[in-house]
């Protein structure tokens, strides 16, 4: 057979490729594989996450970051602390919880104050961190301001009112004593009301609070004095002259009873046991 050498040859049943038709493939590889890394270090992320490695890392860091710098001359050397008489210096220092070398900027002074303020003799504290070696702290203690019984128990109280937790009342007995319901909250009305006659005041041994609205003070001599409700410095005020001028206290008297405005009333020792002892139990007088 010959073959004619001009004939075109016969094209093939087979489709040819085309290369228009692996551009698109390529194309969606490129953006796949970013994706995949990405996906990859995403799950690696997660599990460092979760494990607590990144976590750990850093507070590797912050350690290697603090070691630096106590070497290079930032390490606690002392601590002042200023304004301590009641409360325990190993109170204190654990409170601080920093220990001589530890690196000064390590030492957090806001979270030492709050420890500070925790303790039952702390009204305030102002806490420094001193570059490059010394923590300073000033200290406001509460005021013990008096005695305060209640249904037995015994209490010392601030200027403020409250009870300072921990203290021991035997080592206050020179305090006032008050008694009673709602004594602590008037308790500076009514020192501040005794001070308006100085030597007066000085015989008082104890305040009763009755009825959360008036005062019974008693003097040396179990002397109960009945204040009125209302003006409770004049009649404080006109007792003082009445032992000043006329020797009250020297007489056969139990009970002075001050709460009418226009008279005295006095008891002798033939009277019954003095009210403000049944004030103290919750009998209201």
């Not at 308006?196 to 609070?209: M, S």
């Not at 404080?236 to 206290?249: G, H, S, T």
Request: aromatic share 4%; proline share 6%; hydrophobic share 45%.
């Amino acid at each position: 057979m010959r073959l004619n050498r001009n004939a075109k040859p016969a094209r093939s049943s087979q489709p040819k490729r085309s290369r228009r038709t692996a551009k698109p493939a390529r194309r969606h590889w490129r953006w796949a594989l970013p994706l995949l890394g990405l996906t990859v270090l995403g799950s690696a992320g997660g599990w460092a996450a979760s494990s607590g490695w990144i976590d750990r890392q850093s507070l590797a860091a912050t350690e290697a970051f603090f070691s630096t710098t106590a070497t290079l001359g930032l390490a606690v050397d002392d601590v002042l602390v200023e304004g301590r008489n009641r409360t325990m210096s190993a109170e204190v220092l654990a409170a601080l919880d920093v220990g001589r070398g530890s690196p000064t900027l390590r030492f957090d002074p806001t979270e030492a104050r709050d420890r500070l303020m925790a303790l039952s003799w702390i009204a305030d504290a102002r806490v420094e961190r001193r570059l490059p070696n010394l923590i300073f702290v000033r200290l406001q203690e509460r005021q013990p301001l008096a005695l305060w019984q209640l249904h037995g128990r015994l209490n010392v109280i601030d200027t403020d009112g409250a009870i300072i937790e921990g203290a021991e009342p035997a080592r206050f007995a020179a305090l006032p004593l008050l008694v009673g319901e709602g004594a602590p909250e008037r308790a500076g009305n009514l020192l501040a009301l005794l001070d308006r006659a100085p030597d007066l005041a000085e015989l008082v041994i104890a305040a009763v609070r009755v009825g959360e609205r008036r005062w019974n003070v008693v003097l040396e001599g179990d002397i109960e004095v009945r204040l009125p409700e209302v003006g409770a410095v004049e009649a404080w005020e006109q007792l003082a002259e009445l032992v000043r001028d006329e020797a009250l206290l020297e007489r056969d008297v139990v009970t002075i009873d001050l709460r009418l405005p226009d008279r005295l009333i006095l008891r002798g020792h033939n009277a019954p046991e003095p009210a403000w002892r049944r004030a103290a139990d919750g009998e209201e007088t």
